[in-house]
């Protein structure tokens, strides 16, 4: 790995920095209510979802309704929209407009002419013709205790109405009650907003569609006689009757239902007949939102919940009640029920977890990952002195069989019996241990580092000998300075107006799958595939392929071709490969291909469990390749880059929406590739493919955890440079503590980190016995200190539901927890530039 490259993924890691951001694609309307449907005599409710409106009072959840009361029975104490009879409007003012148009007023006892109770009702009410809050309005001056709206093919017509006038010029009151209004004063359907003929399509002759239908009646336009001509799988719907060649609308069309697009078109014969344009409806959930023409007053007084359901829900639901009222004998309150039970319907708000777990889930990896990356970039002093402990061991032992050995000689010579005491199963491996485990080290000054925990690897560190490092070691290292620093904001900076200026947020993916690809292979399947091959004693797949051999390599180039060339250059470019490399390679590279193939043609790919499972592996990888690279050996450099990139943070996220056109976070609209979507939400469920409803997705260089049984969906997500930039300081603490602990086992001591100037502190106040910092250094209270800022900066989205960039949590906590302990351990001066621990070991491992 060149220095550019690292420097290179140091910035790409630091594009996300919004720590737990909960992000919803905001593909469609959710609909987040639930109608319980209880039938007589049946156990179990039928369950429809439904949308809220964003007027009226709000529904209890629905584990709270259920465990307040049974939706069975009926009680007007219950909570608004538990246990109400479902009833249809007056039968003279079907989509309950007549206050609108003025024809009535429901405040008084007269207006319902049917004289119908709507005590505990639910009143069921087609779209269209006035507003949803006017409905709504109406219902509950009819004494109605909520109001369900549904769609219909009524409320994608209307008519142009205007006052007819009289022949001296003066005009009549009489628009919604015209009889004499044209095909031409018909408001037709919207293209692609009602319907879509890419989904079905119909022609409907001239004189079907003038003798069935009829779209001119008072006040709305549609009569309601042409759902018979207009709905079914069967040929009673005119367009399956009537559809396009080569198509089946049946199968083409989901919503069943078809709309007259007011287009028209002849069929070329010699008649020259007109045929009408018909095409499939859509039929989705929808917002029911205010009425900005209702008075304050009537703002005011509309207190009963309000929900929306399909056509086809609808249909469904009005046959069921039409099924229980003909069982039962009719009454003269109009409902139907007085001789039989009634149909019983609740309306809830659906459940959410009262806790995201998925964020707790993200804080725990978060610091999971951070700590082990960070621990793991000082393994090259571990394993060292774990080296000289074996040696000390083996010198003790084999010290211990020789005095043994010298006391049985001696008793031989004179004649007394030396008690021999049983070997150990330790000493009796020692007795075969070849004379030059505990030979001393050679003179040659080379010193080979490893990860092996056995005996072998520490008589082979202390014989010196050439055994080849793990893989995932990495042979090239980067030591950051106060000039990285600087560099790190230009480039940071630089890179994050290129993506948003640019929107190439594809060639993010695109490095992020290979790059992480890369690492996965180093951290997981080199070590991995390496320990099975050694449990089944196989090792040609870790001996260098012959034909790829150095030897081989410079003998095929001297003999010249194109062969040779080849050759050399992947010796020049790989070294010596293993099969073992090849096999690593491959599957990484296979897994990080099939993860951009999802990245790219999945819709929303972070709700697929494969993508965000590798996603969340492939950003660990990276991170502890990142930190066995880049390292800080001073906390001097540590403040200048984290000082920096907290205020870089803090402008990209808080300072920017000040200054770009459209107020938006710079940093935000990264994370999220673009945004959210453009588009309505209405559309993109529709059209969910549109450019306007792309983005919303976060950039990949982050964990994600979906959330947990929640039908909202979304992710809780923390960047991977939340994780990296501070775990510059978490490495920079575990290979202090380990330098230090190094040093005093070769010095003669026990290996054990004590803080002060003077190598021992003595101050044994609560501080240090609370945290553990007397005798613990640094490592362990800088992670605790790390856990509780990302714990802040969670705390900080829910409490202000926004974005929150992590460093202005963590840096504090971090830097300020290590700059305090060295204060009070007097070793500040020490650790503020190149502590002097760090490069005695440094020399001691690497010479110099």
Not at 16 to 21: D, K
Request: hydrophobic share 40%.
């Amino acid at each position: 790995m060149t220095i550019s490259s690292t420097t290179s993924m140091m910035t790409a890691a630091r594009l996300i920095v919004l720590s737990s951001l909960l992000i919803a694609p905001a593909q469609s309307i959710l609909q987040t209510a639930t109608i319980d449907v209880l039938l007589p005599g049946v156990p179990t409710p039928i369950t429809l979802l439904a949308s809220q409106a964003s007027f009226g009072s709000s529904l209890i959840s629905y584990s709270n309704g259920h465990s307040s009361s049974s939706s069975s029975s009926i009680s007007n104490s219950r909570p608004a929209g538990v246990g109400l009879i479902p009833s249809t409007p007056p039968s003279d003012d079907p989509y309950l407009c007549n206050e609108s148009y003025g024809f009535t007023t429901y405040s008084s006892s007269s207006g319902n002419a049917d004289g119908k109770s709507y005590n505990n009702a639910a009143i069921l009410v087609p779209r269209g013709q006035c507003s949803f809050e006017r409905k709504a309005l109406s219902a509950q001056r009819l004494g109605a205790s909520a109001i369900i709206i549904y769609g219909s093919l009524s409320s994608r017509y209307s008519l142009n109405v205007t006052n007819s006038t009289n022949e001296d010029g003066s005009s009549n009151n009489d628009a919604y009650t015209r009889d004499d209004y044209t095909i031409d004063d018909v408001k037709w359907p919207i293209d692609k907003q009602d319907y879509d003929c890419d989904n079905g399509q119909a022609f409907i002759p001239s004189d079907v569609f003038t003798n069935k239908l009829n779209f001119i009646t008072s006040p709305g336009g549609y009569d309601d006689t042409n759902d018979d001509y207009l709905i079914g799988n069967s040929e009673n719907n005119m367009c399956v009757k009537y559809a396009a060649a080569d198509e089946t609308f049946v199968s083409a069309c989901e919503s069943q239902r078809c709309l007259i697009t007011g287009k028209n078109v002849t069929d070329g014969g010699s008649d020259g007949n007109i045929k009408y344009e018909a095409c499939c409806a859509w039929d989705f959930a929808i917002w029911l939102y205010q009425d900005t023409t209702l008075t304050a007053d009537e703002i005011k007084e509309v207190t009963i919940p309000a929900v929306y359901i399909t056509m086809q829900q609808a249909m469904e639901f009005l046959d069921l009640m039409n099924g229980v009222s003909s069982n039962n004998d009719g009454g003269d309150d109009g409902n139907d029920y007085n001789n039989g039970d009634p149909i019983v319907l609740s309306m809830y708000a659906r459940d959410r977890p009262s806790v995201n777990s998925s964020a707790i889930i993200i804080w725990a990896l978060g610091v999971f990952v951070a700590w082990l990356a960070s621990y793991l970039s000082s393994s090259d002093y571990r394993s060292y002195a774990k080296a000289i402990r074996m040696k000390s061991h083996l010198v003790a032992r084999a010290g211990g069989v020789a005095a043994v050995a010298a006391a049985t000689a001696a008793g031989g010579q004179g004649g007394e019996n030396v008690e021999r005491p049983p070997p150990s199963p330790s000493q009796s491996r020692e007795r075969s241990t070849p004379a030059t485990a505990a030979s001393p080290p050679s003179e040659s000054g080379e010193r080979t580092i490893y990860r092996d925990d056995d005996e072998d690897a520490a008589e082979a560190v202390i014989t010196n000998r050439n055994v080849q490092p793990q893989h995932y070691q990495e042979e090239e290292s980067l030591e950051l300075d106060a000039s990285h620093a600087i560099f790190f904001i230009v480039l940071a900076s630089t890179s994050l107006l290129v993506l948003f200026f640019f929107k190439i947020f594809n060639v993010v993916k695109i490095f992020y799958a290979f790059g992480c690809s890369g690492a996965f292979a180093q951290v997981v399947l080199y070590p991995l595939l390496t320990r099975v091959f050694r449990k089944l004693r196989w090792k040609s797949p870790m001996r260098p392929i012959e034909c790829l051999s150095e030897e081989n390599a410079t003998r095929a180039a001297l003999n010249g071709g194109c062969k040779g060339k080849i050759l050399m250059c992947l010796y020049s470019f790989f070294g010596p490969i293993t099969l073992l490399d090849v096999m690593a390679n491959t599957i990484a590279y296979a897994v990080g291909g099939t993860w951009l193939y999802i990245a790219f043609t999945v819709l929303h790919p972070g709700s697929n469990v494969f993508y965000w499972i590798v996603q969340d592996v492939f950003g660990a990888c990276m991170c502890i390749t990142f930190l066995g690279t880049i390292k800080i050996n001073a906390i001097r450099v540590a403040a200048i880059l984290l000082t920096v990139a907290f205020f870089y943070d803090i402008f990209f996220v808080f300072v920017t929406p000040l200054l770009t056109k459209h107020g938006e976070s710079i940093m935000v609209n990264v994370a999220t590739s673009g945004g959210p979507p453009k588009a309505d939400p209405s559309w993109c469920e529709k059209y969910p493919s549109s450019t306007e409803c792309k983005g919303g997705e976060p950039l990949p260089m982050l964990f994600a955890i979906p959330r947990v049984g929640d039908y909202q969906g979304g992710a809780s997500m923390l960047g991977l440079g939340d994780i990296v930039l501070p775990g510059l300081l978490l490495s920079f603490a575990s290979r202090f503590d380990e330098a230090k602990r190094l040093m005093g086992l070769v010095s003669g001591g026990a290996g054990r980190v004590r803080n002060g100037a003077g190598g021992v502190s003595s101050n044994k106040s609560s501080w240090n016995i609370c945290c553990g910092c007397g005798q613990g250094g640094y490592f362990g209270p800088v992670v605790v200190a790390y856990a509780v800022g990302l714990a802040m900066a969670n705390a900080a989205v829910y409490i202000m539901q926004m974005g929150q960039p992590a460093l202005l949590y963590l840096v504090p906590c971090c830097l300020g927890t290590f700059v305090f302990m060295a204060r009070r351990n007097g070793e500040l001066n020490d650790i503020w530039d190149n502590p002097r621990a760090i490069r005695a070991a440094d020399a001691l491992l690497f010479g110099g």
